[in-house]
């Protein structure tokens, strides 16, 4: 025979649940050490990808970031950016006071959606939702959620745990789910000293990293991302804004681009070769002949940046600049190389990163 359990027992139970819901986001849970000289504690950061396909990846971020003082506001920005082929399937916020009592809550149609095209980009298919929140008292918490889905899959997220000075880490982890198998490569960066666990299979990967202290910015000091811990993953077989590639080293890289983005697209119409030669013939030598060309596209030419699509690492034809007169760094750089190319000078069309 069961016996009743007295009904307090109950409510007790139920009040230790709703204590400890409330108290979760407390800034007073924060470890003292962690709080030395950061403006902000990283408390959860979690980015989890699944590559479904060679033409399919959903990424899903949820970070909490408890903010300190305003300097620390620039580590708990609330933005997700998506195209024509990139589809933002969740996105919420939430905000917490110092004693973790939720004081705001924002959810998917609460976002500004704009535009994210800089000064001198005459169009581009990027935007970006947002929400610009202004803090009413320090410190409080910030849950923000966000997963997406995109057809691209040649630029997976890196790993990149702290995110600078004066910021640090209870815990950051970084999972890539590859049931398909499809083989990649990785690069880690700067583990020594940091306490990092790793998974690695053909089919997953997993880093954490634990209580992490602020680093303090000293007179000098050189850049967070020159000496902090990162990963970079990139599979062998991918799928960049339309178009496929395949490649294990730059080498395969730079064979891909040319064959699949380049070639071809150096043509130049005889009216415009005659009068580039023309102006090279007193030339004594190749630089000279270089001097001239650079000096003939930029009197001819203007930057305009057009970032659709493939459009945003294919170059604009050197005919259709000579035509238009304008063009971004890859279609001017590809005119330009087209030109030193007629007049017999030896250029390459390089891919900086």
Same mark, same amino acid.
């Given at each position: 025979?069961?016996?009743?359990? %007295?009904?307090?027992?109950?409510?007790?139970?139920? $009040?230790?649940?709703?204590?400890?819901?409330?108290?979760? !986001?407390?800034?007073?849970?924060?470890?003292?050490?962690?709080?030395?000289?950061?403006?902000?504690?990283?408390?959860?950061?979690?980015?989890?990808?699944?590559?479904?396909?060679?033409?399919?990846?959903?990424?899903?971020?949820?970070?909490?970031?408890?903010?300190?003082?305003?300097?620390?506001?620039?580590?708990?920005?609330?933005?997700?950016?998506?195209?024509? #082929?990139?589809?933002?399937?969740?996105?919420?916020?939430?905000?917490?006071?110092?004693?973790?009592?939720?004081?705001?809550?924002?959810?998917?149609? #609460?976002?500004?959606?704009?535009?994210?095209?800089?000064?001198?980009?005459?169009?581009?298919?990027?935007?970006?939702?947002?929400?610009?929140?202004?803090?009413?008292?320090?410190?409080?918490?910030?849950?923000?959620?966000?997963?997406?889905?995109?057809? @691209?899959?040649?630029?997976?997220?890196?790993?990149?745990? *702290?995110?600078?000075? !004066?910021?640090?880490?209870?815990?950051?982890?970084?999972?890539?789910?590859?049931?398909?198998?499809?083989?990649?490569?990785?690069?880690?960066?700067?583990?020594?000293?940091?306490?990092?666990?790793?998974?690695?299979? #053909?089919?997953?990967?997993?880093?954490?990293?634990?209580?992490?202290?602020?680093?303090?910015?000293?007179? $000098?000091?050189?850049?967070?991302?020159?000496?902090? %811990?990162?990963?970079?993953?990139?599979?062998?077989?991918?799928?960049?804004?339309?178009?496929?590639?395949?490649? @294990?080293?730059?080498?395969?890289?730079?064979?891909?681009?040319?064959?699949?983005?380049?070639?071809?697209?150096?043509?130049?119409?005889?009216?415009?070769?005659?009068?580039?030669?023309?102006?090279?013939?007193?030339?004594?030598?190749?630089?000279?002949?270089?001097?001239?060309?650079?000096?003939?596209?930029?009197?001819?030419?203007?930057?305009?940046?057009?970032?659709?699509?493939?459009?945003?690492?294919?170059?604009?034809?050197?005919?259709?600049? #000579?035509?238009?007169?304008?063009?971004?760094?890859?279609?001017?750089?590809?005119?330009?190389?087209?030109?030193?190319?007629? *007049?017999?000078?030896?250029? !390459?069309?390089?891919?900086?990163?």
């Amino acid at each position: 025979m069961y016996k009743k359990i %007295p009904l307090f027992v109950y409510f007790l139970f139920f $009040s230790i649940c709703c204590f400890s819901q409330k108290t979760v !986001y407390a800034a007073f849970l924060i470890p003292a050490d962690l709080k030395e000289d950061a403006n902000a504690v990283v408390r959860n950061n979690s980015r989890e990808i699944t590559i479904e396909a060679v033409n399919s990846m959903v990424v899903y971020n949820r970070e909490v970031v408890t903010v300190l003082n305003k300097l620390g506001n620039s580590d708990a920005i609330i933005s997700a950016r998506y195209n024509n #082929d990139t589809k933002i399937t969740k996105l919420s916020a939430y905000i917490y006071d110092a004693f973790g009592n939720e004081i705001k809550k924002y959810k998917a149609r #609460d976002f500004l959606d704009v535009s994210a095209v800089s000064g001198g980009t005459l169009y581009s298919d990027a935007r970006v939702k947002y929400i610009e929140y202004t803090p009413i008292g320090y410190p409080y918490t910030l849950v923000f959620e966000s997963e997406y889905k995109t057809a @691209t899959t040649g630029f997976i997220p890196w790993w990149f745990p *702290v995110n600078g000075y !004066y910021v640090s880490v209870e815990k950051s982890t970084y999972k890539i789910n590859n049931p398909t198998g499809i083989a990649w490569r990785k690069k880690e960066t700067n583990f020594t000293d940091f306490n990092i666990e790793k998974k690695d299979s #053909d089919t997953g990967l997993q880093y954490v990293l634990k209580n992490q202290k602020a680093f303090e910015y000293e007179h $000098s000091a050189r850049s967070p991302r020159d000496i902090l %811990p990162k990963v970079k993953v990139a599979l062998n077989t991918f799928y960049l804004k339309g178009v496929y590639g395949e490649a @294990t080293n730059w080498q395969e890289f730079g064979q891909w681009m040319h064959t699949a983005l380049i070639e071809g697209r150096d043509i130049i119409n005889e009216a415009t070769k005659t009068k580039i030669v023309d102006l090279v013939k007193d030339a004594k030598s190749p630089i000279e002949k270089a001097k001239i060309v650079y000096q003939f596209m930029q009197n001819k030419t203007r930057y305009i940046s057009v970032q659709v699509g493939i459009g945003g690492w294919e170059p604009i034809t050197a005919n259709q600049v #000579d035509k238009v007169g304008y063009g971004d760094c890859k279609g001017l750089t590809n005119y330009t190389k087209a030109l030193l190319e007629v *007049v017999g000078v030896t250029s !390459y069309y390089t891919l900086y990163v």
